[in-house]
């Protein structure tokens, strides 16, 4: 580049964005009133390469909490956008959700087969492992200037690592939370010391980021993603929802969202008692399926077994999220450990029955009716859920995780964000009176 000293007029030269000052001194002139400045310019290289940033997705889970996000980003002029989708996104068994990324024209930079059609703790191990290897092979030949990872399933390990041995800065959404009835817990906690810029879904989890170390700011509240869904996507009307669904809904209906609870060593314990009290509920229900956690294929088999016993009861392997959306506004309660229970499920004041420790700790709204796994309390906590008192009650009620408008502040910070030095975190000055 060639840099050049002239002589300029200052307000006509602080006018115009295209300069770019490197070095510059006033110089007296007794000519003109207006003050004159002598300024070294560097040439602006209008060819800058785009920044590259890639998006981890594992499941349908996470990728309906990353869609707008990925929207804003490849509609973005200064980003070369990548998604790498790994694990159960390329599973038969829960739904092949690949075609939806797919379908939706994401540019997908690679595909990792890497879960193992296992139903323990060391198939979700190793299913760890064998994403490490892929992933190493798919960052040397697309490596991200900036990696953006979601929340807390075991597989986002891997990424983590990854950029951590190749120096890929990381963003993580959703850190700072808590579910201390999951190993979830251990690996949100993970991904924030590994990662270098957050995206909290509340105040109060920013402020838990900032007290785990992280610098100020480094942490950014900007609400759940997922509830830019509820602004900005078009859900289904009754009629619609039957259609997609395949079912005429019946009064009362109640979704079922379950997850093996993954910090118990028998990761299925609580779901005893789920089971029992759902064979005496009356009612419609529909199931979902569960993470490909060690205990999810039991639960599934165990789902089946109930719905070939039960009249109007239907399982449902995988829900788009402008369907599952479109369900939580229109059934009547919701009951099972999922965190959509919390996060979403709080928008339409839909009550939610949540059983057992699994998530344990989250910030949550009113319309939250918390229970132990006991087939008795869970029976008697959805009729309460059903009674239209309690829905009434729940009129006007606010979400903490906040209004939809996530997307377009995770990408602001981004696209803007200096990569240089990013990598390097100041540590935090310890307390006077802290003691070894």
Not at 296 to 320: G, Q
Not at 333 to 357: D, H, K, T
């Amino acid at each position: 580049m060639i840099a050049s000293l002239e002589t300029i007029d200052l307000r006509r030269f602080l006018a115009s964005p295209k300069n770019n000052i490197t070095a510059f001194f006033l110089a007296a002139d007794s000519m003109s009133r207006a003050p004159v400045i002598h300024v070294k310019k560097q040439a602006v290289n209008i060819n800058r390469p785009k920044r590259r940033i890639g998006v981890v997705t594992t499941s349908r889970a996470d990728y309906s909490h990353l869609y707008w996000v990925l929207r804003e980003l490849a509609a973005h002029p200064d980003v070369e956008l990548g998604v790498i989708a790994i694990g159960p996104h390329l599973s038969p068994g829960y739904g092949n959700t690949i075609a939806e990324i797919e379908r939706d024209g994401f540019p997908i930079k690679t595909r990792i087969e890497c879960l193992l059609s296992s139903d323990s703790d060391i198939g979700m191990a190793k299913t760890i492992g064998v994403a490490i290897l892929g992933l190493a092979d798919a960052f040397a030949a697309w490596r991200p200037d900036l990696l953006l990872l979601i929340a807390d399933r075991y597989e986002m390990l891997a990424p983590a690592s990854v950029a951590l041995a190749l120096r890929i800065p990381i963003a993580h959404i959703e850190g700072g939370e808590i579910s201390q009835g999951a190993i979830d817990d251990h690996v949100r906690n993970a991904l924030t010391k590994l990662a270098h810029i957050h995206f909290t879904s509340t105040d109060t989890a920013r402020r838990r980021v900032i007290f785990m170390g992280e610098e100020p700011w480094r942490v950014h509240h900007v609400g759940a993603p997922s509830l830019d869904h509820l602004r900005r996507s078009k859900l289904l009307d009754h009629a619609a929802l039957e259609s997609r669904l395949g079912i005429r809904f019946s009064s009362p209906t109640i979704l079922a969202a379950w997850h093996p609870v993954t910090i118990l060593r028998d990761t299925t314990q609580e779901a005893d008692s789920l089971f029992s009290a759902l064979a005496t509920i009356p009612g419609q229900l529909l199931f979902v399926y569960p993470n490909s956690d060690a205990g999810s294929h039991s639960f599934i088999e165990r789902a089946k077994s109930l719905a070939l016993k039960r009249l109007d009861t239907y399982i449902f392997v995988n829900l788009d999220v402008v369907t599952y959306c479109s369900l939580l506004g229109q059934v009547d309660a919701m009951v099972g450990n999922s965190s959509s229970g919390i996060m979403e499920a709080a928008s339409f004041g839909l009550p939610v029955v949540n059983v057992g420790i699994r998530q344990q700790g989250r910030e949550r709204a009113r319309n939250i009716i918390d229970t132990p796994a006991d087939s008795h309390l869970i029976a008697a906590a959805v009729k309460r859920a059903l009674n239209p008192s309690f829905r009434k009650r729940l009129h006007g009620m606010i979400n903490p995780y906040g209004s939809g408008t996530a997307a377009k502040s995770i990408v602001r910070v981004l696209t803007s964000v200096s990569l240089d030095n990013l990598l390097v975190k100041q540590p935090t000055p310890l307390p006077r009176s802290a003691k070894p």
